[in-house]
């Protein structure tokens, strides 16, 4: 596989708190240069972004000392990982954050995705019990009813139980 060719002016920054938004990740960045364009892919399920954004110079310079300098640095109390982005090879050459690397999430993926089976296996499991549990009082409620409806046919069948109801009368 070829190494893939390094974009010097465009940075990877991970490790973003949740506060951070696209205008907190430029203030941050913008000492350093002219930014050309900042992202915080987001999470199509939250709306909410990855926790990593890309942030591209207009300056080639500018990028390498920001890099130099916040990689490690503090951002409402997270620590931050910024290193050079690498061009992304899928999706047809899309521009906008599709064509930012998606090897960059790819660890927490894995993580998330386990989470996300555990949790489904939970909910999956909670379901089947709560179903039992509803099975289980339908059933309960169904003898309950037939309870009653005996208590009655014994009165219809039962001779003293209908001398008594005539004699009630």
């Keep these: 596989m070829a190494q893939q060719q390094v974009q010097k002016n ?5 490790g973003l708190a949740e ?12 000492p350093f240069g002219d930014i050309k364009d900042v ?3 987001l999470d199509q399920a939250t709306q909410k972004h990855r926790s990593f954004g890309f942030v591209t110079f ?3 310079e500018d990028a390498s000392a920001a890099m130099d300098n916040m990689d490690g640095a503090e951002l409402y109390g997270r620590v931050l990982t910024v290193n050079y982005a690498l061009p992304e090879k899928i999706k047809g050459g899309e521009q906008g954050w599709a064509a930012q690397p998606i ?7 894995f993580e998330r995705e386990r989470q996300r089976e555990e949790m489904e296996k ?17 059933k309960k409620l169904a003898q309950d009813r037939e309870g009653e409806k005996e208590d009655e046919t014994e009165v219809r069948d039962d001779p003293m139980a209908i001398a008594e109801a005539q004699v009630l009368k």
């Design 19 to 30: 506060e951070v938004n696209e205008s907190i990740l430029h203030a941050a960045f913008i």
């Design 58 to 60: 207009l300056e080639k």
């Design 103 to 109: 090897w960059a999430d790819a660890d927490t993926w």
């Design 122 to 138: 939970m909910q999956a499991e909670n379901r089947a019990a709560m179903q039992a549990a509803e099975e289980l009082h339908r």
């Design 10 to 14: 465009t940075l990877y920054v991970g």
């Design 39 to 41: 992202k915080t892919p």
